[in-house]
């Protein structure tokens, strides 16, 4: 087994600290460092250098095959695993529980324990899949960085048991039969993720945004990149060095593949190739090496500690990007702050935590007691405290200082409302009689994650109140969309959900208005583009913004006043997340482009309603003034005014604060 002995490299360490670095410095500031979430690929690319060896150890001890002896091995490659991840990633689990506890800055609580609860069940990446959805949405999780932990762990744990199969070969055959194993499961991968991308929307027909997000998380795309390590271990072995990929048929299979995969990645995503390609040049030459020697020792001392400065960076990032404590005058600061924090208490955590059991886990050390003491420390005690704070949370528990820092943007008097559930009707009623109501606030959930905001300018009115939401559930009655050309609307409209439709919850909302008649009703929904891509409607955009003008008209002739809140700018315009293009105009990339002209969307919408003659007691206000300029948005840097994709949290939903008390005067 000392033939496979995996030595130490410094230069490995200057690329895990490269790595590292950049992905501190892309969720630092995602705009000014796009790239960086690639040293994660690299980090791939390492694992597959590094644990090869490994893997081998198990394998091919001797010529004679021996499954007791070979399960005996497997068990201990486990067990080392366990001692050299679990205590870290247990360490900064629970320090992320005193974070969030303590400073309470998020509306997205109610998430933050499912994915720390997925990832201590190896399936973090399932979890941010779908707790989090896109990954460049900026930081709406503390924890979402830990997906690519889950992944590799599932590698870890399905590569061993396929290579079990080859060990029933001689020692010969053995270890050329392993090899060629880890390069085909790559290959296989790299075409996998070609063909589901490539052809999973046009014959199957699922949502492109979808399924691109589920292969980011997934190992399928991840296992090439850890193949691509494991060849530059094989070839940079000399004990190995008899296994020639370039004289048999696998070479044939393997050129063929990487050709094909390279123009796929060229059309449409070239840089995670390009990063790990880099990466595999780096180690097989040892480039590194020839770096300063200064900057080889600093760059190997943050590489030694990386694991420690990944887990913890994210959550200390997230609390300085959304906290409300620190104040948005001096965010930028507090982020940079982080950064160097980050460093510092991953050191810290290296050296009292990961360092330390590492060490001890040796055969010798690694009993059952041990094993079991280090398990309920660092996986079951942090289970139960997010089990706990899980149970918390949906009882209306939000932090120790007491901040209004509930879901989204809402306010939580009402639990259902706080739950911010895309299908159960959101209401509650503050100040109201049998006499009449002042102010009604409808709509789907971004009037929910509005309501915050309106409640406290509200309240500063001394006036009454009733808010009255549905997700997914634009004001819209049943007898406007009687026609041929609303089939589509009618049906998915009419579908119940929470024992309820979206069109009888918008009749019970006419009625209540009907019975109170308030003075303003307060409108707001998602964009109509936003739900021709959720229901599929092949319906013109011109059409559905006619058809939620005539239910205004509706609504302004039952109350005395309607406000009606144009749909907020989105993270992402069509497949192009908004920062991506706002950074290419930025460099000069666009020429002639004024964001605000964009036929589609928010913008399409409330430039109809800037255009369209609203009723005469109806005021409109226009979120795309608010956020945007003729040439860019702000969307608070790196999404901070967004709880996901497109809707405001707390701090976004204040940018609207000034036109609502406007509304009052």
């Known amino acids: 087994m000392k033939e496979f002995k995996n030595t130490y490299r410094v230069d490995i360490q200057v690329l895990r600290g490269i790595a590292v670095l950049s992905v501190l410095l892309f969720h630092a500031k995602q705009t000014y460092f796009p790239l960086g979430y690639l040293g994660v690929d690299v980090f791939f690319v390492i694992s597959g250098f590094v644990v090869t060896p490994l893997i081998l150890r198990i394998f091919i001890p001797s010529v004679d095959f021996d499954i007791k002896g070979t399960f005996k091995r497997l068990c201990t490659f486990f067990i080392r695993r366990f001692f050299r991840l679990a205590p870290a990633l247990g360490t900064t689990l629970i320090l992320t529980i005193l974070l969030i506890i303590v400073f309470s800055p998020s509306w997205d609580n109610r998430d933050f324990p499912h994915q720390a609860i997925a990832t201590l069940l190896v399936v973090g990446n399932w979890g941010a899949f779908t707790f989090v959805g896109d990954y460049f949405y900026g930081n709406s999780n503390p924890l979402v960085h830990t997906w690519s932990l889950s992944a590799e762990e599932q590698i870890y744990i399905l590569l061993p048991f396929f290579f079990f199969l080859a060990s029933f070969f001689s020692l010969r055959f053995r270890k050329t039969l392993i090899l060629r194993s880890v390069f085909m499961v790559g290959i296989i991968s790299l075409i996998a993720q070609f063909l589901i991308q490539a052809f999973s929307h046009k014959y199957f027909g699922f949502d492109t945004a979808i399924v691109k997000n589920a292969l980011f998380y997934s190992p399928i795309s991840r296992v090439w990149e850890f193949s691509l390590g494991a060849l530059a271990y094989a070839h940079s072995s000399n004990k190995i060095s008899e296994i020639n990929i370039r004289k048999n048929l696998w070479s044939f299979v393997i050129a063929v593949a990487v050709a094909v995969s390279i123009v796929y990645f ?7 190739l390009i990063a790990t390609l880099f990466a595999f040049i780096i180690i097989y030459f040892k480039v590194l090496l020839h770096l300063p020697s200064i900057v080889t020792t600093i760059l190997a001392w943050i590489g030694d500690r990386s694991y420690s400065i990944y887990l913890v960076h994210l959550p200390l990032m997230y609390v300085a990007k959304n906290s409300p404590i620190f104040g948005d005058s001096r965010r930028q600061i507090i982020i940079g702050l982080s950064l160097i924090t980050s460093i510092l208490l991953g050191t ?3 050296s009292r935590i990961e360092n330390e059991f590492r060490i001890r886990d040796s055969v010798s050390n690694s009993g059952n007691r041990a094993i079991a003491k280090v398990f309920a420390i660092f996986m079951l ?25 509930p879901s989204n943007g809402q306010s939580f008097e009402n639990s259902s409302c706080k739950s911010f559930n ?10 109201t009689s049998s006499n009449g109501i002042a102010n009604l606030l ?12 309106f409640s406290q300018v509200v309240d500063e009115k001394s006036e009454s109140y009733a808010i009255w939401t549905k997700g997914n559930c634009p004001f819209i009655l049943r007898n406007t969309v009687q026609g041929s050309e609303y089939k589509e609307v009618l049906a998915s409209l009419s579908l119940v959900n929470e024992k309820v439709s979206c069109l009888d919850h918008n009749q019970q909302i006419l009625e209540y208005l009907q019975s109170k008649v308030p003075v303003r009703v307060w409108v707001t929904n998602r964009n109509m583009q936003g739900y021709k891509s959720s229901f599929s409607w092949n319906i013109s955009n011109g059409v559905l913004q006619s058809l939620v003008s005539l239910n205004l008209k509706t609504l302004a002739d039952a109350a005395k006043e309607i406000v009606y809140i144009g ?18 105009l930025s460099r000069g990339n666009i020429t ?28 409109f206000i226009n979120p795309i003034d608010i956020f945007c300029s003729t040439q860019n948005c702000n969307l608070g840097g790196d999404y901070q005014f967004y709880s ?16 609502l008390e406007r509304v009052f005067k």
């Open 381 to 405: 005690f942090p289970l139960i405290s997010f089990l706990s704070l899980d149970f918390a949370i949906a009882n209306n528990y939000w932090g120790v200082l007491n901040i209004q820092s």
């Open 422 to 431: 895309a299908l159960t009707p959101c209401k509650y009623e503050i100040g």
């Open 592 to 619: 002639n482009f004024r964001i605000k002209d964009l036929p589609n969307g928010p913008f399409d919408d409330n430039q109809f309603f800037t255009k369209e003659v609203l009723p005469v007691n109806a005021t």
């Open 348 to 350: 810290l955590i290296y």
């Open 567 to 584: 749909p907020v700018p989105e993270k992402v315009y069509g497949d192009v997340p908004t920062h991506r293009l706002l950074w290419q």
């Open 442 to 453: 409808i709509g789907d959930s971004h009037a929910e994650s509005l309501s915050n905001v």
């Open 644 to 659: 996901d994709s497109h809707h405001l949290n707390i701090r976004g939903s204040q940018r609207l604060r000034i036109d």
């Open 266 to 272: 060229l059309v449409s995503a070239p840089w995670p």
